[in-house]
């Protein structure tokens, strides 16, 4: 585990819990020192770490932010070219970019877990925090079957359900359900500032409303920075829609189009199809685009799928 933030520290605890052996780097000592004590097996020597991750031939999970990435990812191609790699990092293109540049493509296959709270650091983290969640593993065309099982078997050992996804649709879709929502909390946040009373009165419709813009500015920042190609035409319609309620509550009273929409989405949201994804061979002839096309009609992998022997 490269971090022991809040989602590096759970993934080590939760890999730990499975019985799996791990280690990890934190860059500041605090944490490190904080997740020693606990028990975990953890440094701040990046090139120790490194170095025994080639050797013992470890999956290296990459948990750091995307401003940090290209630094890391030198020190990888620098000391363990040879790993396979994967990351939990909330947009996959401009990693998955990142990741070429540094010549590190071919043992990469990235990853995001649709988990987490609004606090950071190793003491935040939770071995249970990924139960039930989803985690996106990416199937872009280059992934290598026996690396993208090797993180199939991490992510479904952590207690996740696997949502197998290209990595431009998954930054399609977390622009609309993760990224567009933080700043629509950060929106709502700042307006009821400028009323007076607002905080006075705020209850559940504002605590809801309003949970993410609670997450560090930091993190919101390279989140959202580093998809801006996909959160932009998502952040138009969400403008297109409030010009338009605005139009017709100003001219008819009214803002019955929007909220019936809402409404009935919301409603499809809630009865959303999940059905298991138990019929694809990793590895066998078009096995990407097969699980790409199951993730995308809500499928989700709950146990492990079998691999062919000899991937074609
Ligand atoms: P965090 O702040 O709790 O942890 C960040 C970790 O990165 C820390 O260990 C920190 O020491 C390390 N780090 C930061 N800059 C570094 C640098 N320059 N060099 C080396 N290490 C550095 O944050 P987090 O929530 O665990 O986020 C980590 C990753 O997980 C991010 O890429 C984020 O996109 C992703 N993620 C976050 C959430 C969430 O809800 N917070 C959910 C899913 C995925």
């Known amino acids: 585990m490269l971090g022991l933030g809040l989602i590096g520290g759970s993934v080590l605890r939760a890999a730990v819990a ?24 953890a440094d701040t020597d990046l090139h ?18 995307v401003p940090a990435l290209p630094g890391m990812l030198e020190h990888i191609a620098d000391w363990a070219p040879d790993c396979a790699l ?14 070429t540049a540094a010549g590190l493509q071919r043992r ?8 987490g709270t609004a606090h950071s650091g190793w003491t935040a983290g ?37 949502v197998p996804a290209r990595s431009d649709e998954h930054d399609a879709a977390v622009a609309a359900i993760s990224h567009l929502p933080h700043l629509a909390a950060e929106a709502l946040a700042v307006t009821a500032t400028d009323v007076p009373l607002a905080f006075a009165l705020a209850a559940g419709s504002f605590r809801d409303g309003t949970r993410v813009a609670g997450t ?3 993190l919101v920042r390279a989140m959202c920075e580093a998809n801006a190609e ?51 061979m990793i590895g066998e002839n078009d096995w990407r685009d097969e699980l790409a096309a199951a993730g995308r009609a809500g499928g989700v992998i ?11």
């Open 18 to 41: 499975a019985g799996r052996q791990a280690f990890g780097y934190n860059r500041s000592a605090r944490g490190a020192s904080e997740a020693a004590a606990d028990g975990f097996d």
């Open 230 to 280: 996909q959160l932009l035409p998502a952040l138009d319609e969400l403008l297109e829609r409030l010009s338009a309620v605005r139009a017709t509550l100003a001219e008819h009273g009214s803002v019955a189009e929007l909220v019936e929409e809402g409404h009935a989405a919301r409603t499809r949201y809630d009865s959303f199809p999940r059905h298991d994804i138990v019929t694809v």
């Open 302 to 312: 709950r146990s492990a799928l079998p691999v062919l022997d000899r991937p074609r």
């Open 108 to 115: 990469f296959v990235g990853g995001h877990p649709m988990a």
């Open 86 to 99: 994967t990351d939990v990092t909330s947009v996959k293109r401009e990693v998955l970019d990142l990741v």
């Open 48 to 65: 120790a770490v490194l170095t025994r991750a080639a050797d013992t031939d470890a999956l290296i999970v990459s948990a750091v932010p």
């Open 126 to 162: 939770d071995a249970r925090l990924f139960r039930r969640a989803p985690w996106v593993i990416s199937v872009d065309d280059h992934v290598d079957p026996a690396v993208w099982t090797q993180v199939m078997h991490l992510a479904l050992q952590c207690g996740a359900v696997v």
């Open 216 to 218: 560090a500015p930091d």
